[in-house]
């Protein structure tokens, strides 16, 4: 009789253990869950005014460009600027031409200063990327494409950085140019991002020098509360 009571009691121990356990990991379940949900429709939502920023910032940089009658490739989504290389350089050289640098003269300082005139649109910007980028073909004399891209690595890092070389020396308002130096991001692509039509690259607008924006990202911890 106390042998089946003793097993009673451990069955019973057993049963409530299990049970404790269930209710656990539905409790982390749902707490996994719910982390889950918040953190898609709170990234969904920051996404969408990630886009409404640089729309923002697009539109005004796009109507400031039109009004002073320079003439650039404007993606009125992102706000990035698209130059062709003949715009600022002579062929295969890294060195601004006098067109180069009159158009640069008015360019920046509307760029710049739209950027940063709005202190809650800038504070929203976390890079102001400076690209350079050539087309694949091939230069005289280099036959291994590895050498080849490495020529173009460094003609195209060249470019963009003589494009942000020059930024600094145009009439935008000086008051940015600490916050213009922290946000600068200079890069060079070398061929790794051709311009295709119908399947096949443009040279002419692959060679190219990009302004581009990039918006804070969304942090899924800090929004959760894990991290400040």
Do not use: C
Not at 156 to 167: E, F, K, T
């Amino acid at each position: 009789m106390a042998l089946v009571k003793r097993q009673a009691a451990v069955e019973a121990e057993e049963n409530v253990f299990w049970t404790t356990m269930s209710d656990l990991m539905l409790g982390l379940a749902i707490v996994f869950i719910t982390m889950f949900v918040v953190a898609m429709t709170g990234f969904t939502t920051q996404t969408l005014k990630q886009q409404e920023t640089q729309m923002e910032v697009s539109e005004k940089i796009n109507e400031q460009l039109k009004d002073n009658k320079v003439q650039v490739e404007v993606d009125k989504m992102t706000g990035d600027i698209r130059i062709p290389d003949v715009q600022l350089f002579e062929l295969g050289s890294s060195v601004l031409t006098e067109n180069g640098k009159r158009l640069l003269d008015k360019l920046a300082p509307i760029y710049i200063n739209t950027i940063f005139a709005d202190k809650e649109l800038a504070g929203q910007i976390e890079n102001i990327v400076i690209e350079g980028h050539t087309d694949s073909q091939m230069f005289a004399g280099v036959h291994s494409k590895d050498d080849q891209f490495i020529r173009n690595m460094d003609l195209s890092s060249r470019r963009a950085n003589a494009v942000a070389d020059y930024l600094f020396k145009t009439n935008y308002d000086k008051r940015y140019s600490d916050s213009l130096r922290k946000k600068l991001v200079v890069e060079g692509k070398s061929f790794n991002e051709p311009i295709l039509v119908n399947g096949k690259e443009d040279y002419n607008q692959s060679r190219r020098v990009e302004f581009k924006l990039q918006v804070q990202n969304w942090d899924v911890a800090k929004a959760l509360g894990l991290k400040k």
